[in-house]
């Protein structure tokens, strides 16, 4: 049996092809319009549904924080604990790599 193999050449930068699409497209959009590199470019849109989507993880928390200081029943805490997770929606889609992309 021969040993695992580490990975060769340089470590991925973007998980698919379609992130490296996006994150070419946001370079060339920056580099046109005379912004610095560090600029993020989105749309209102986006913008406002991660804000809605900010919007409804504060209150979701805020039910929990409260819900805490009543000594709430653990069915009660569990509901507000699915509530808060479900909320939270699929943010690791939103996670931004800290590394500048190549």
């Not at 046109?32 to 590199?37: E, Y």
């Amino acid at each position: 049996m021969l040993p695992a193999q580490e990975s060769v050449g340089r470590p991925r930068l973007y998980c698919g092809q379609a992130c490296r699409q996006r994150a070419y497209e946001q370079r060339s959009a920056t580099a046109k319009a005379g912004l610095s590199a560090d600029v993020v470019l989105v749309t209102r849109a986006e913008l406002d549904g991660l804000q809605d989507r900010l919007y409804q993880l504060r209150c979701a928390i805020e039910d929990v924080q409260t819900l805490l200081t009543e000594k709430p029943t653990k069915a009660e805490l569990e509901r507000s604990l699915a509530d808060l997770v479900r909320s939270t929606g699929r943010l690791d889609r939103l996670w931004l790599n800290g590394r500048q992309a190549g």
